[in-house]
């Protein structure tokens, strides 16, 4: 008998622990994959003569379903958050994911680069400041604030130069510029985007690596 008791306490302590075990990977999963990291530019971008951009209310809302991080990369040099005429789900997603870490301006980029605290941009590109090249200091701050390689980032940017000039800086990040990119972003490259992530950086995720500030 005594025996027999053993036996079914140890059957329904092992049954709670393998549902527990279930129960917490299902969270993992459903709570924050940080594989990703969308960034994108502003004017042009995600906002449109004072409007929100065609397709980046959809963009944004891909990654934050994927609990993937956002990032802002622009020229402007409003200060965060105050900027408009963006997705309404961005910015505050931002606050609490890694804050002003996730926000860059021209400003902000050019301290940066002018401290030599992008060493990787100024080695690949070299030279004085340019705006272009303030694109690329401020990808190279998003991408060590979230520890993600160049696979697991796409930059959605309307201007040509300065999305070639990331390319330069950051093989094998995944980069969308005109037509895909100007004043809408398209579906399909959010699709691709999405799909090539989801596909190399599964490995990466975790509710841990969302930044706290």
């Known amino acids: 008998l005594k025996a027999a008791f053993g036996y079914s306490w140890l059957m329904t302590v092992a049954m709670e622990a393998w ?3 279930g129960i917490t990977a299902a ?6 994959d940080a594989g ?5 530019d502003y004017d042009g971008t995600v906002a449109h003569h ?16 994927r609990g993937w991080f956002l990032g802002l990369n622009t ?26 870490k ?4 021209g400003e902000k980029a050019k301290d940066a680069w002018e401290k030599k605290s992008c060493p990787k941009s100024i080695d690949a590109l070299g030279g004085d400041f340019s705006p ?7 990808i190279e701050k998003l991408q060590a604030a979230t520890k ?24 094998g990040m995944l980069i969308y510029t005109n037509p895909e990119v100007h004043d809408h972003i398209s579906e399909g490259a959010v699709a691709e985007a999405e799909a090539s992530i989801a596909d190399h950086c599964t490995s990466i995720r975790g509710q841990d690596r969302m930044l706290v500030v």
Request: charged share 20%.
């Open 36 to 40: 990703g990291l969308f960034v994108f």
């Open 132 to 138: 272009e090249k303030g694109k690329a200091c401020a």
């Open 19 to 21: 549902r527990l075990a």
């Open 148 to 171: 993600l390689p160049n696979q697991c980032i796409a930059f959605f940017d309307d201007t040509r130069q300065n999305a070639e000039t990331v390319r330069q800086a950051f093989p």
């Open 50 to 65: 004072h409007h929100t951009a065609s397709g980046a209310d959809h963009a944004v809302d891909t990654a934050i379903r």
């Open 75 to 100: 020229l402007e040099d409003f200060h965060y958050p105050a900027a408009h005429h963006m997705p309404n789900a961005m910015m505050p997603y931002m606050e609490k994911h890694g804050g002003e």
């Open 27 to 32: 969270w993992l999963v459903a709570s924050c």
């Open 102 to 105: 996730m926000y860059w301006t």
